[in-house]
């Protein structure tokens, strides 16, 4: 079966700092990758997705990037996090024509 | 551009009552699938049920069923014998059944079910 493992599940970082999120999928070659940030108690809004490696399609001009180094791995980053940056961040995969499969989430918080 | 809309934020029902969740959604595509999703207060995301749109029989899986109406593009969520496990956050999902390089998962904003003991 399908599987998305996301780290790390929690994270605090200052403003100004670096970011590294990693998603990998195990279960399944040539997925569509996903990454969601959700608002508390709020929707997921889509940020970027990605149907192949180093493919990449972002959803909304923000300080955030997305790559795909390989097949089943999908990587969030930032230069410079800002306070707004903070939020639950969601990682899913799934071929076409399937349901999204999702990790357990990252909760970032910037101070 | 496709979307997704959920009318109701909150909703509440008596535990072994049934609930009746709606959502609606537009899009030009005539091959996609339907999904519910559940977040429970663990956020993990955990599929409910899905509905493929070329399919007539609406779709089951024990004590949920939805109602589809591609027509009307309305897609239901209905739960039977509610149980306390049951309160979470439902979001509603699109996803194109066409092979494109445009291949999106797009979500409702939710509905937050609450049961009552």
Not at chain 1, 61 to 89: C, E, M, V, W
């Amino acid at each position: 079966s399908q599987t998305i493992h996301q780290w790390p599940a929690t994270l605090v970082q200052p403003v100004g700092s670096p970011l590294s999120l990693e998603c990998t999928v195990e279960g399944t070659s040539n997925p569509n990758l996903y990454w969601y940030r959700q608002a508390a108690g709020r929707g997921l809004q889509l940020l970027f997705y990605s149907v192949g490696i180093g493919q990449i399609s972002s959803e909304v001009p923000q300080n955030l990037s997305a790559s795909r180094p390989q097949d089943r791995q999908f990587i969030l980053s930032s230069k410079k996090l800002l306070l707004s940056d903070s939020g639950f961040y969601l990682c899913a995969g799934g071929r076409v024509g399937t349901e999204a499969f999702f990790g357990q989430g990252t909760r970032l918080t910037v101070v | 551009a496709q979307t997704v809309t959920q009318s109701q934020p909150e909703m509440s029902v008596q535990e072994a009552e049934t609930v009746t969740l709606s959502c609606t959604y537009d899009t030009s595509e005539s091959d996609y699938y339907l999904f519910w999703y559940k977040q429970p207060p663990s956020r993990q995301m955990i599929l409910v049920i899905r509905q493929e749109a070329y399919k007539q029989q609406n779709a089951t899986e024990n004590r949920f069923s939805v109602n589809f109406q591609k027509a009307a593009k309305s897609f239901s969520l209905k739960i039977s014998d509610s149980q306390l496990g049951d309160a979470a956050m439902y979001f509603c999902a699109y996803r194109s059944g066409e092979k494109t390089s445009y291949d999106k998962v797009i979500f409702g904003p939710g509905t937050s079910l609450s049961v009552i003991p």
